[in-house]
């Protein structure tokens, strides 16, 4: 809808080849949050959870980034900027779009919760209604993605979101 012709406004300003990597790697988190809210409203939880895993991600990467700065205000002798990053991450994880992702994704896992997918009985019949060359194709398509999901779940830092 438009969250297509947003991603592709906000693609402009970025470098040719990878747009989607480069808004990501430039740590959009406006851009981000507004995708995953869309998402969510439009009922793609995928997405949307995606989106706000990501912008957790950043801020991750942020207090990550901290180690490189104690060696380096060590080295330049920063005194001042070396206390005015301690501050920042003092109150990192109180600033405002950390807390409307964790909410975000919150929210998709209470959604998902609640409306659980088929029950595995279902789930069965459908598929045994099937014919076995595509009962094989769906099953490895199942444990592809279970391998999937728990790939991102071991990537991101979903316990952080609590902390």
Request: aromatic share 10%; hydrophobic share 35%; net charge positive.
């Given at each position: 809808?438009?969250?297509?012709?947003?991603?592709?406004?906000?693609?402009?300003?970025?470098?040719?080849?990878?747009?989607?990597?480069n808004?990501h790697?430039?740590?959009?988190l406006?851009y981000?949050?507004?995708s995953?809210?869309?998402?969510?409203?439009?009922?793609?939880l995928?997405?949307?959870?995606?989106?706000f895993?990501?912008?957790e991600?950043h801020?991750?990467?942020?207090?990550?980034?901290?180690?490189d700065?104690?060696?380096?205000?060590?080295?330049?002798?920063?005194?001042?900027?070396?206390?005015?990053?301690?501050?920042?991450?003092?109150?990192?994880?109180?600033?405002?779009?950390?807390h409307k992702?964790?909410?975000?994704?919150?929210?998709?896992?209470?959604?998902?919760?609640?409306?659980p997918t088929?029950?595995s009985k279902?789930?069965?019949?459908?598929?045994?209604?099937?014919?076995?060359?595509?009962r094989?194709?769906?099953?490895?398509?199942?444990?592809k993605?279970?391998?999937?999901?728990?790939?991102?779940?071991?990537?991101?830092h979903?316990g952080?979101?609590?902390t």
């Open positions: 809808m438009k969250v297509g012709l947003a991603e592709k406004t906000a693609v402009l300003f970025t470098k040719d080849g990878d747009q989607h990597n808004l790697d430039m740590q959009c406006r981000e949050l507004a995953g809210e869309s998402y969510y409203r439009q009922g793609d995928g997405r949307a959870l995606k989106n895993l990501a912008v991600k801020y991750a990467d942020m207090t990550e980034d901290q180690f700065f104690h060696s380096y205000c060590l080295r330049k002798m920063t005194l001042r900027a070396y206390v005015s990053m301690l501050k920042f991450q003092d109150r990192l994880h109180a600033h405002e779009y950390f992702a964790a909410a975000g994704a919150c929210r998709c896992y209470m959604k998902l919760h609640d409306s088929k029950s279902e789930e069965n019949d459908e598929i045994s209604k099937l014919p076995p060359a595509q094989k194709k769906l099953r490895q398509k199942q444990k993605a279970e391998a999937r999901a728990k790939r991102v779940i071991s990537d991101t979903i952080s979101l609590f």
